[in-house]
């Protein structure tokens, strides 16, 4: 695994959910690459397994730690393992989450609670535990993962899309909040990009396809193809606009969030 731009990221302490797969460990690893001290965390010991894997020579840089972001008990413990692992935070990215589809008419109440719980709640969580150790360090930033069926109509997910509008909501209010103590807050909004959460195949156990009715309208999704006509992207390109984000680069950006879909939603 070759370096990218090892400067930018050198000496900075970061934390990114959802690290065993997707856009999380395309996180973690590019974070790695520029010169960062990364703790991976991950529901699943596999995953995380395969982080360390494909993290290779800069592995020495990387911890893993299991988490579930719909615990509170299991944040309180992880996000204080971590500081203490890193001695401080400077960045902390909230990819983890899951995704469940179904006609709404059919759904549950625990079904749809389950996806606000770990998407919401799990980044609140994640937030609220580690402020403090942002606040007292420079230029600390958090990326929450917002998704485009935030804006855009994303049919059978009413509990997804409702999470990640509320977590979007969320970050500007934060971004006021805690600008004057220095803590930057900024969302991304992917569609678009092949992942678990996507296609099915994470290993988190959290990150779950969008497992469609069987009878789903399918023209419902004719808007919902990249303008570029190159297909779904790879996690990678969301990483690249994370790990910009999250470092000096993104200086004076807060409070907002930029859309990530190869022009999907013009």
């Known amino acids: 695994m070759t370096s990218i731009v090892p400067a930018r990221y050198a000496d900075r302490r970061c934390v990114v959910t959802g690290a065993g797969s997707g856009i999380g460990q395309a996180t973690a ?10 703790v991976a965390a991950d529901i699943s010991d596999a995953g995380l397994a395969d982080t360390v894997a494909k993290a290779g020579d800069v592995g020495d840089r990387l911890t893993t730690l299991i988490v579930d972001i719909g615990d509170e008990d299991s944040v309180k413990a992880g996000v204080a393992s971590a500081v203490e692992t890193l001695g401080g935070l400077d960045v902390l990215v909230n990819a983890a989450g899951i995704l469940r589809s179904s006609h709404t ?14 998407n919401l709640f799990g980044t609140f969580l994640m937030i609220r535990e580690a402020l403090p150790a942002l606040i007292a360090a420079d230029d600390a930033a958090v990326v929450n993962f917002s998704s485009t069926s935030a804006m855009f109509a994303h049919p059978y997910m ?10 979007q909501s969320m970050t500007h209010a934060l971004a006021a909040e805690y600008a004057k ?3 930057r ?3 991304v909004q992917p569609g678009s990009i092949s992942s678990g959460m996507t296609d099915g195949s994470g290993r988190s156990g959290q990150s779950v396809g969008p497992g469609l ?17 190159q297909g779904f992207a790879g996690p990678e390109t969301v990483a690249g606009v994370v790990a910009m984000l999250a470092s000096s680069d993104g200086a004076f950006i ?5 859309r990530i879909d190869g022009g999907t939603h013009f």
């Not at 008419?105 to 770990?118: N, P, W």
């Not at 807060?254 to 930029?258: A, I, L, S, Y």
């Open 254 to 258: 807060t409070g907002t969030e930029v």
């Open 181 to 183: 103590q220095g803590v």
């Open 185 to 187: 807050f900024t969302a």
């Open 29 to 38: 690893l590019r974070m790695l690459a520029e010169g960062g001290r990364v």
């Open 213 to 229: 009715p069987e009878d789903a309208d399918m023209m419902l999704f004719a808007k919902l193809a990249p303008a570029l006509g």
């Open 158 to 167: 009413a509990a997804y899309a409702a999470s990640k509008g509320a977590i």
């Open 105 to 118: 008419h059919e759904t549950s109440l625990a079904d749809f609670e389950r996806v606000v719980r770990v």
